[in-house]
């Protein structure tokens, strides 16, 4: 097995990806250990798929450089092919077939004599709970089985380096938690994932590193503790009595905390970030802002202090919640012009 303290999956380095007039990657640096989890969070149109999509070698990058396991995307995209696996936005599988058929047809493709593809079919039915829809037609599967049955696929040949890109996106609660323990299964057996994605929950449970990128390129990297840190030592909750007291206390807390607050839909409810070096720092100061909202008269329900949240970090560091940007031709299909780029 590599050594995972040495190893880089993933090496960019001024990365560019130009579509007429919008640069889509704008000099990405990216430094990706091997054997983890590595989350690429951004807003719609921040140029987290077509970074992916140059990684796996399907665009042609226009500058920059960037390396798979040391082999460079554009010299050596037969090696980089060779060792990585891609899970894109949309189910990759045929309606009318079976799971089975599906994944033994994969499997032929991939070189496997037809036993052999049928024992690995079954055996990753059998790992990811879908054993008894497996004689059953895709169609008539859940969002939820449509992904599971995708991401197994991607791995029928066990690759390097497994790009999951948005792998989670319109799946329930349930189904979301059932594709992370695979992603975490996938993790122990040796390969790396590059995991992009807009819920926030999901890359602060799965990954070891986060790299925020906005506009084509790294703004902010580091592991989620390091991440939520970055914006303060925490996070004011405020539940007032009165919700006729609310521009009152907002005023005070602005004030005393010296930074914006947020108005929450609860009618009763404001949050402030607490800016302070650390976190005895900010407490200090959130024990001061309550004091004043007391000598102000304003009787607060509940008062606490925590530390900022994934989606409290993202918002301080892109100015926008996940998801509310415009799509661009940044994160869109290959289709037309850009299908023509892929690389040779």
């Known amino acids: 097995m590599r050594d995972r303290t040495t190893d880089l999956a993933i090496e960019t380095s001024g990365l560019v990806k130009i579509f007429g007039k919008h640069r889509a990657v704008d000099g990405l640096d990216l430094t990706v250990p091997a054997g983890t989890v590595y989350g690429v969070l951004g807003p719609n149109g921040a140029g987290k798929t077509t970074a992916v999509k140059m990684l796996a070698t399907l665009l042609r990058p ?28 949309y189910a990759s599988v045929d309606d009318e077939m079976t ?143 009165d919700a006729a007291q609310r521009p009152e206390a907002e005023r005070v807390l602005a004030r005393e905390l010296n930074t914006r607050v947020h108005l929450e839909a609860d009618p009763v409810a404001l949050t402030a970030r607490v800016s302070g070096e650390d976190t005895d720092a900010g407490a200090e100061r959130a024990a001061r802002a309550l004091a004043a909202l007391a000598a102000s008269g304003i009787v607060v329900d509940d008062f606490s202090l925590g530390q900022p949240s994934l989606d409290e970090a993202f918002l301080a560091l892109t100015g926008a919640p996940p998801g509310e940007r415009d799509r661009t031709p940044t994160d869109t299909p290959a289709t037309g012009q850009n299908a023509q780029e892929e690389a040779a």
Do not use: C
Request: charged share 25%; net charge neutral; aromatic share 4%.
């Open 99 to 241: 799971g089975v058929e599906n994944l033994v047809l994969l499997g032929r493709l991939l070189g496997h004599k037809k036993p052999a593809a049928k024992d690995r079919a079954m055996a990753l039915l059998e790992a990811f709970g879908l054993t008894e829809a497996g004689g059953r037609q895709v169609k008539t599967y859940s969002g939820g089985m449509r992904r599971r049955l995708d991401i197994a696929a991607s791995i029928l040949n066990t690759p390097d380096l497994l790009f999951l890109d948005e792998p989670t996106t319109g799946l329930d609660p349930r189904s979301r938690n059932q594709v992370w323990d695979i992603v975490r299964i996938v993790v122990a057996h040796g390969t790396t994932v590059l995991l992009t994605t807009q819920y926030l929950e999901e890359a602060d449970r799965l990954a070891e590193r986060i790299a925020v990128i906005d506009h084509g390129k790294v703004i902010a990297e580091g592991t989620p503790g390091e991440l939520k840190s970055s914006v303060g030592s925490g996070t004011v909750h405020v539940r007032l009595r």
């Open 62 to 89: 226009d500058g920059g450089e960037a390396r798979v396991f040391g082999h460079d995307v554009l010299r050596e995209p037969d090696a980089v092919r060779s060792r990585v696996s891609l899970t894109g936005q």
